[in-house]
Nanobody
């Protein structure tokens, strides 16, 4: 069974850095786009950063220049380096991947979420 496991969420002071990591496992036969989304309870989940298989990236305006997404296709992992964190970055962060399973079907998968809290 395909699953995404995240790590790296923590409490950090404003201006600090964190690195989130996510690994896909369990019958992965191909991965397309990967990314990170974030959400405040009660609000819609928003895209933070996405990366294609060839390395093309896109960021939401509020994190452009502060966050960097990367992936390792050999290890089925995606990471998000977050620098110059702001209190407004406080969210639950979710890993995303479009994955092909053992039967050749593509589907969207999400991690369980990791809390990032930025204090003033």
């Amino acid at each position: 069974q395909v699953q995404l496991v995240e790590s790296g969420g923590d409490l950090v002071q404003a201006g600090g850095s964190l690195r989130l990591s996510c690994a896909a496992s369990g019958g992965v036969f191909g991965i397309g786009g990967m990314g990170w989304y974030r959400q405040v309870p009660g609000k819609q989940r928003e895209m933070v950063a996405i990366i294609g298989r060839s390395g093309d990236t896109d960021y939401t305006d509020s994190v452009n220049g502060r966050f960097a997404i990367s992936r390792d296709n050999a290890k089925n992992t995606v990471s998000l380096q977050m620098n110059r964190l702001k209190p407004d970055d406080t969210r639950v962060y979710y890993c995303y991947a479009r994955i092909k399973d053992s039967e050749g079907y593509w589907d969207d998968y999400w991690g369980q979420g990791t809390q990032v809290t930025v204090s003033t």
